[in-house]
């Protein structure tokens, strides 16, 4: 378990090897739980970076074809102290995270508290199925434009056991195959 492999971006392998760019959104995620406290909970997705494939394969990008969205800039800024950066070294400071309990877990729970309490931020919301399929109750997130996401279940946790106080993950979204996150009954996981 691990928003981390060197060559990751919020958790997720292959940051360079994608097929589509941040403009398109035909890419999907889809979140699930075996718990049945997850069943028609309210999940949002909002959009961190973007992803420009045009500028990577052209070998202009910079950070990896990522770009912090500019209304996450106030997040970066405002926890300068804590991340030691500003907005401009977001995507150092994020795609350096390697430990998942220790470094993924508290930024994304950091991350997911400050959006909830914003206005204005891309995001998406979707609930989750209130009948199991295969065991799963599963929250599925269509028409994407490509970049990273910080995906998070209202009320946090559907834990009650663990107490960890949130499900938020971070997850990059690169191409049209849909990025699959089941919520573990610890901390979740991130591939």
């Known amino acids: ?29 889809k979140v699930s739980s075996t718990n049945a406290e997850f069943a028609g909970k309210e999940i949002k997705a909002y959009q961190m970076f973007s992803y420009d494939l045009d500028a990577v394969n052209a070998g202009t990008a910079d950070n990896g074809g990522f770009t912090l969205n500019s209304e996450w800039n106030q997040f970066f800024i405002s926890n300068k ?17 390697k430990d998942g309990k220790t470094q993924v877990v508290p930024f994304a729970k950091k991350a997911s508290d400050w959006a909830k309490t914003q206005t204005g931020l891309t995001i998406k919301t979707e609930s989750a199925a209130k009948i199991a399929v295969d065991g799963k109750y599963t929250a599925t997130f269509t028409d994407l434009a490509y970049g990273s996401y910080l995906v998070s279940p209202k009320a946090g946790s559907t834990d009650t056991s663990d107490k960890r106080g949130t499900d938020a993950i971070l997850l990059n979204v690169l191409n049209s195959t849909a990025v699959e996150q089941d919520l573990k009954s610890t901390y979740p996981t991130i591939q």
Not at 7 to 15: H, P
Not at 84 to 93: H, K
């Open 81 to 97: 102290t804590e991340f030691n950066l500003g907005a401009q070294r977001a995507y150092d400071y994020v795609s350096g995270l």
């Open 1 to 29: 378990a691990g928003v981390l492999a060197a060559a990751t971006m919020l958790g997720v392998a292959g940051l360079g090897a994608t097929t589509a760019n941040a403009q398109e959104a035909n890419g999907s995620i």
